[in-house]
C-alpha cells in the first residue's frame, strides 16, 4: 500500500521534470534559433494576424466587462462612504496592474494557447512534422519560433487594448451604477494611476505570453498517440499555463516596483 | 546508393529494428512487405535520417547519414523525397503550395512563376489540374496521396520513398497510382522504394522484395522468389494463409 503511494509520487515527480525539462529544452533551442534571428517571415505574419486580429472580439468583450465588474462590486461602498473620488483610481489601478494581465492571459491561453497546442499536435500525428524534417526544415525555427513570438507580442499589444476598453468600461458601468460622472472618473484616474502601474502589468502580459507559447508548443510537439493523445496535451498545456501566469504573477508582483 | 548494416532501433525502449543489413543499388525498386507494426514505415523514416540507428551503419550515397548531426542532413535529404503514410500535406497550405514547398525551399531565389509553373505541371502529371487553390481537407483520400506523391515527387530526387501510396484506395485509383509512378520512375530513372499492404499490386510494381517481420528482415531478393521462400512467416504471409507462425 505504501509501497504504491511512493510508487506513484515518484512516478508523478519524474513526469513534471520530464515536462519541465522538456519545456526548458524547447526554451534553449528557439534562443538558439533567435541569437542571431532565423526564422520564417511568412509564418510569423500568418501568426500574428491569427492569434492576434481573430483575437481582438474576445479581449474586447472581456476587458469591457472586467472593467464593468471591477465598479459593479465597489459600487456599494462607493455609495455607502461617498468615495466616488477613489473609483477612476481604484478601477485603474486594479485593471491595469492586476485584473487585466492575469484575466487577459488566461483568455488567450484558453483561445490561442490551446488551439496552438491541438494544431502542432494535430501535425504531429499526421506526420506534417516529419514532413518538415524530411523537407530539411527545422520544425523550431519554421513552427515553434514564430508562434512564441507571435504570442508574446501579440498578448503584450492586446493587453493595451484590452486596458484601454476596461477603463471605458468601467467609466461608463459607474455613471450607470456608482453616480460617478466620466469627469469625476477622470480626475481620480489620471491623478492617481500612474505610468508605472502600466508598464507594470505590459511586463506581465508579455511574461504570460512567453509561458503560454512554450507551454502550448510543448504540449504540441510531444504529443504521442492520436486524437486521445492531442485532447490530453491540450489539457495539460492549458493547466500548465494556468498555473505557470498565477505562479509568474505572485513572483513579479513582488519583483516589480 | 544506399547501404544498411546491422541497423538496430529501439522507440520507447522497445526494438524495432533488430540487425537489418540491406543494399540497394541505384535505378533499382524494392518493396517494403510485412505484417502490421513490423517496422517498415520506421526503416523508411531511418533511410531519411528521421530516425537515428543505435546500432549499425547507414551510407546514402556515400554518406554516413547517423554520423551527420541534424543540419548536416540537409545535403542528403536533398536526394529524397518521401510520401508518408498519411500523406502529410501541410493543412495551413493549399494544394499548389504544398506541392511547390519543397522546390521553393531547395531553391530560394527560383522566381514565382517557375515556381508554380513546376507545381501545376507536377499536378497535371497527377491528374488534379483545377485543384490547385483547394485545401488538403477538401480533397479525397484518392487525391491526398495524388499530391503527396506530387510534392515528393517535384524535386525529382534521386531516391523516392513511398510509404503505403495506395493504402484505402479503390483498384481503380490504386491501378492508376501505379501506373503513375511507373512512368515517374521509367523517366527520371529514380532507385524506388515502395511500402504496400497491397503485396499483388506492389508485385507488379518493383523488383525486389524486402520481408520484415518484427524488425528483422525474413526475405531478401527478388519479386520472383518471394513465393519460393521457406521461411513459415514469409510461406502465411504471402499466401494469405490463417493457420502459421503469424
Not at chain 1, 462612504?81 to 492586476?98: N, P
Not at chain 2, 540507428?53 to 548536416?72: H, S
Request: hydrophobic share 50%; with cysteine; aromatic share 8%.
Amino acid at each position: 500500500m505504501a509501497g504504491n503511494f511512493f510508487a506513484a509520487v515518484g512516478a508523478s515527480v519524474l513526469n513534471l521534470c520530464a515536462e519541465v525539462g522538456g519545456i526548458l529544452t524547447l526554451l534553449f533551442r528557439v534562443l538558439i534559433c533567435l541569437l542571431p534571428p532565423r526564422f520564417d517571415l511568412d509564418e510569423t505574419w500568418r501568426n500574428l494576424h491569427k492569434m492576434g486580429v481573430r483575437s481582438v472580439p474576445i479581449i474586447v468583450l472581456t476587458a469591457f466587462f472586467t472593467g464593468g465588474i471591477m465598479v459593479i462590486q465597489a459600487a456599494v461602498f462607493v455609495k455607502k462612504f461617498g468615495a466616488t473620488s477613489l473609483v477612476g483610481w481604484g478601477a485603474g489601478y486594479a485593471v491595469f496592474r492586476e485584473i487585466g494581465p492575469m484575466l487577459l492571459g488566461l483568455m488567450f491561453s484558453g483561445r490561442v494557447g490551446s488551439n496552438n497546442t491541438a494544431e502542432l499536435g494535430t501535425m504531429v500525428v499526421t506526420e506534417q512534422i516529419d514532413g518538415l524534417r524530411a523537407l530539411s526544415i527545422d520544425p523550431v525555427r519554421y513552427l515553434i519560433v514564430p508562434r512564441v513570438l507571435s504570442m508574446i507580442v501579440m498578448l503584450f499589444l492586446l493587453t493595451i487594448l484590452g486596458d484601454v476598453v476596461a477603463i471605458v468600461g468601467a467609466a461608463l458601468f459607474g455613471t450607470v451604477l456608482a453616480d460617478v460622472s466620466l469627469a469625476s472618473f477622470w480626475v481620480s484616474f489620471s491623478q492617481n494611476v500612474h505610468v508605472a502601474d502600466v508598464t507594470h502589468g505590459l511586463i506581465k502580459a508579455a511574461v504570460f505570453g512567453f509561458i503560454v507559447a512554450l507551454t502550448s508548443c510543448h504540449f504540441g510537439i510531444t504529443v504521442k498517440g492520436g486524437a486521445v493523445g492531442v485532447g490530453r496535451a491540450v489539457n495539460n498545456a492549458v493547466v500548465a499555463a494556468a498555473l505557470g501566469i498565477v505562479l509568474s504573477d505572485y513572483l513579479l508582483t513582488y519583483a516589480l516596483p | 546508393m544506399i547501404h544498411c548494416d546491422g541497423l538496430c532501433l529501439q522507440l520507447t525502449h522497445r526494438p524495432v529494428l533488430a540487425d537489418v543489413t540491406w543494399h540497394i543499388e541505384a535505378g533499382s525498386v524494392w518493396g517494403i512487405i510485412g505484417p502490421p507494426a513490423s517496422g517498415k514505415s520506421v526503416l523508411a523514416k531511418t533511410l531519411c535520417g528521421l530516425f537515428t540507428p543505435r546500432q549499425g551503419r547507414l551510407i546514402v550515397d556515400g554518406v554516413d547519414l547517423p554520423g551527420l548531426p541534424e543540419p548536416d542532413r540537409v545535403r542528403v535529404r536533398r536526394k529524397m523525397g518521401m510520401l508518408f503514410q498519411n500523406n502529410a500535406l501541410f493543412d495551413f497550405l493549399r494544394v499548389l503550395e504544398n506541392v511547390a514547398f519543397p522546390l521553393a525551399r531547395q531553391n530560394p531565389k527560383m522566381p514565382q512563376d517557375e515556381l508554380v509553373a513546376r507545381a501545376q505541371e507536377r499536378l497535371r502529371a497527377v491528374g488534379l489540374s483545377g485543384s490547385e487553390e483547394k485545401w488538403p481537407s477538401e480533397l479525397s483520400g484518392g487525391m491526398k496521396k495524388r499530391v503527396g506523391i506530387a510534392r515528393a515527387t517535384i524535386c525529382n530526387a534521386p531516391v523516392l520513398i513511398y510509404d503505403e501510396p495506395t493504402a484505402g484506395l479503390d483498384p481503380v485509383t490504386t491501378s492508376k497510382i501505379y501506373d503513375l509512378l511507373t512512368g515517374l520512375r521509367q523517366k527520371h530513372a529514380s532507385t524506388v522504394i515502395a511500402i504496400s499492404s497491397d503485396i499483388p499490386a506492389l508485385r507488379h510494381f518493383v523488383d525486389h522484395i524486402l520481408f520484415l517481420h518484427q524488425g528483422r528482415i525474413r526475405y531478401c531478393g527478388p519479386e520472383s522468389g518471394l513465393e519460393a521462400c521457406e521461411d513459415p512467416v514469409v510461406y502465411q504471409f504471402v499466401r494469405g494463409q490463417t493457420e502459421g507462425p503469424l
